[in-house]
């Protein structure tokens, strides 16, 4: 499961803080050596040591790292989760940007742990979407797997998902779905807004069929019409509040926008002490 970030990625992270230069490091004798150690201030599940160790790698070869806990671990308040020696420098200037990544690939890890546990047992699988932090795509979707939860399509590129607008566009639930199916091997998913639209899909074969924000008595009709012949994705207005009982209504997945984009980010501290 472990995805490690581009050097060209960790460059563009960095570009974005560093600019010309850390001004304000620079008041720092250059032979001055320190150690640190980060630190969370809630609960949560870790994400993201790869980014966080290669942030300070490419500022220094001589950061040396010691981890006390992996991705996908479940960590406590208060708990040290590494630390770190090396120049000062090089310390001070990776620390925001370090920070900001653990801090957000974490959340995202937490926020999809609490997805997991709110639908086990049921046998329904918790989907990430498209909508990502930009420049975090691959990252996010990795912190959504550390955090139990499964992915969904990672872009427009790897299966095709039939959503209202292209229907309008194509003419018809059908017609979108048999012209699919000549342009690619990829999976094909068909969003349906009504039990109608539901029969006409279902004549048509998808691979999966998206039940855009049904009731839990029309999803339970649809599972009873489809009865296992197609995958079912409930979607739409489905938070930690109500998911349970769209998972009960025996669809296959649910996927949740909120795994990526209405987290908040982990509350962590960098501490640095002198050598």
Not at 100 to 119: E, F, G, M
Not at 130 to 152: D, E, F, I, S, W
Request: aromatic share 4%; proline share 3%.
């Amino acid at each position: 499961m472990n995805l490690r970030p581009s050097h060209e990625e960790i460059a563009a992270y960095l570009a974005e803080d560093l600019g010309s230069g850390d001004i304000t490091a620079s008041i720092i004798p250059e032979t001055t050596r320190a150690t640190a150690r980060v630190t969370t201030r809630e609960d949560m599940v870790l994400c993201g040591l790869a980014w966080f160790d290669a942030v300070f790698w490419q500022l220094s070869q001589d950061i040396g790292i010691e981890w006390f806990f992996d991705d996908g671990d479940e960590v406590p308040a208060n708990a040290v989760l590494c630390r770190l020696s090396g120049p000062a420098r090089a310390l001070l200037t990776g620390e925001r940007t370090a920070l900001n990544l653990l801090q957000t690939l974490s959340a995202t890890a937490t926020t999809a742990r609490r997805y997991a546990h709110a639908v086990a047992g049921t046998g329904c699988k918790v989907l990430d979407t498209r909508k990502t932090l930009p420049g975090l795509r691959l990252a996010q979707k990795y912190a959504v797997r550390c955090g139990g939860c499964t992915n969904h399509r990672i872009g427009l590129f790897d299966a095709v998902l039939i959503k209202e607008n292209h229907i309008i566009a194509a003419g018809s639930i059908s017609a979108a779905i048999n012209k699919a199916r000549t342009l690619s091997d990829v999976p094909v998913e068909v969003e349906v807004e009504s039990l109608s639209e539901l029969e006409e899909a279902l004549a048509a074969k998808p691979d999966r069929i998206m039940l855009d924000n049904f009731s839990l008595e029309d999803m339970k009709r649809a599972v009873a019409i489809t009865q296992g012949a197609v995958e079912l994705e409930a979607s739409g207005n489905i938070g930690l509040e109500n998911i349970r009982s769209v998972a009960d209504t025996g669809v296959d997945y649910i996927s949740i926008g909120a795994l990526t984009k209405n987290i908040i980010a982990i509350d962590l501290s960098m501490r640095i002490e002198l050598l």
